[in-house]
């Protein structure tokens, strides 16, 4: 079944970019995840589905400024312009018939 | 607009049982997988289960299975989670997700507010 590897913090300057990694685990580096945004105190929210390819389906209401992209088993989370609500951590979820749900271990993303 | 509205968590005793509830709207309800997902204090997101729009298909982790069963009213728009013999570890907010199911795709991708379950003497 697919592990989902993330690091646990990363920051990065108002008005600057960060990329954020989820990697899959060997084996599963075709997997289509999904990125989710947790602000302090609040629930989830789904950002995009992102395949292997890069291709990536945004969520109603996720700005421009969030993007995807995709290089052999890491996926990725590109914020542009980085704003202070985006302060938050980020899950990667992905699945599998047998898992059916996995998430990983969130990144927690600071904006200094 | 899809709603999710969590509720039914609260305080109770280890050994304990709880029955969450999650309302849905906006969206066709018989047509959707649902799952629970949970969060422990501090902690990251747990999946919890998940059920087809039919309930034809059901999933538990296995740190749940036996102790919890995922169920729904299609008539009613809506989502349970029956919680028995709950120990300290289920101390989590819990969270009514819809499930995208299509070919190629499953993720989660709209979430309820959420609903504290304390399980403490």
């Known amino acids: 079944q697919p592990v989902l590897t993330q690091s646990s913090s990363a920051s990065a300057s108002l008005g600057s970019s960060v990329k954020l990694t989820c990697t899959l685990s060997?084996?599963?580096?075709?997997?289509?995840i999904a990125w989710h945004q947790q602000q302090p105190g609040k629930a989830p929210r789904y950002l995009m589905r992102l395949e292997g390819s890069g291709s990536y389906n945004k969520g109603s209401g996720v700005p421009d400024r969030f993007s995807g992209s995709s290089s052999g088993a890491d996926r990725y989370l590109t914020i542009s312009n980085l704003q202070s609500e985006d302060e938050a951590d980020y899950y990667c979820?992905?699945?599998?018939?047998?898992?059916?749900?996995?998430f990983g271990g969130g990144t927690k993303l600071t904006v200094l | 607009e899809v709603q999710l509205v969590e509720s039914g968590g609260g305080l109770v005793k280890p050994g304990g049982s709880l029955r969450l509830s999650c309302a849905a709207s906006g969206f066709t309800f018989s047509r959707e997988s649902m799952s629970w997902v949970r969060q422990a204090p501090g902690k990251g997101l747990e999946w919890v289960s998940s059920i087809s729009g039919s309930s034809s298909y059901i999933f538990h982790a296995d740190s749940v299975k036996g102790r919890f069963t995922i169920s729904r009213d299609n008539a009613k728009n809506s989502l349970y989670l029956q919680m028995n013999s709950l120990g300290a570890e289920d101390t989590a907010v819990y969270y009514c997700?819809?499930?995208?199911?299509?070919?190629?795709?499953?993720?989660?991708?709209?979430w309820g507010q959420g609903t504290l379950v304390t399980v403490s003497s």
């Open positions: 979820e992905t699945w599998d018939s047998k898992i059916n749900v996995v």
């Open positions: 060997s084996g599963h580096s075709t997997y289509i």
């Open positions: 997700a819809r499930k995208v199911q299509a070919p190629g795709m499953s993720h989660l991708d709209h």
